[in-house]
């Protein structure tokens, strides 16, 4: 019994920033590889950015240069830390493996990034 619990969003004006938390809890003692996605509406959930178990980080192009991603395995927690956001970047955010199996969704945390 894994949950993942997203947190963090908001409405941000473009340029502003940004910073999502993800808490994992339950029947979990360390995170493996780990990843942040994103689901625009009318759009497909795509994976931002990840950071494997010994914390080297990749991106999409899309947010690359603007997204950091980091972990804290103490605390089971990982981040998402959003720069210069623009209003592509409004879509419902989740945490969770970077590759499956997955765990049990989250609800997500909304970003909307508008003036």
């Known amino acids: 019994q894994v949950q993942l619990v997203e947190s963090g969003g908001g409405l941000v004006q473009p340029g502003g920033s940004l910073r999502l938390s993800c808490a994992a809890s339950?029947?979990?003692?360390?995170?493996?590889?780990m990843g942040w996605y994103r689901q625009a509406p009318g759009k497909q959930r795509e994976l931002v950015a990840r950071?494997?178990?010994?914390?080297?980080?990749n991106y999409a192009d899309s947010v690359k240069g603007r997204f950091t991603i980091s972990r804290d395995n103490a605390k089971t927690t990982v981040y998402l830390q959003m720069d210069s956001l623009r209003p592509e970047d409004t879509a419902v955010y989740y945490c969770?493996?970077?590759?499956?199996?997955?765990?049990?969704w989250g609800r997500g945390t909304q970003v909307t990034v508008s003036s």
């Open positions: 969770n493996r970077a590759t499956g199996p997955w765990y049990p």
């Open positions: 950071i494997s178990s010994g914390g080297s980080a």
């Open positions: 339950g029947s979990i003692f360390s995170l493996n590889g």
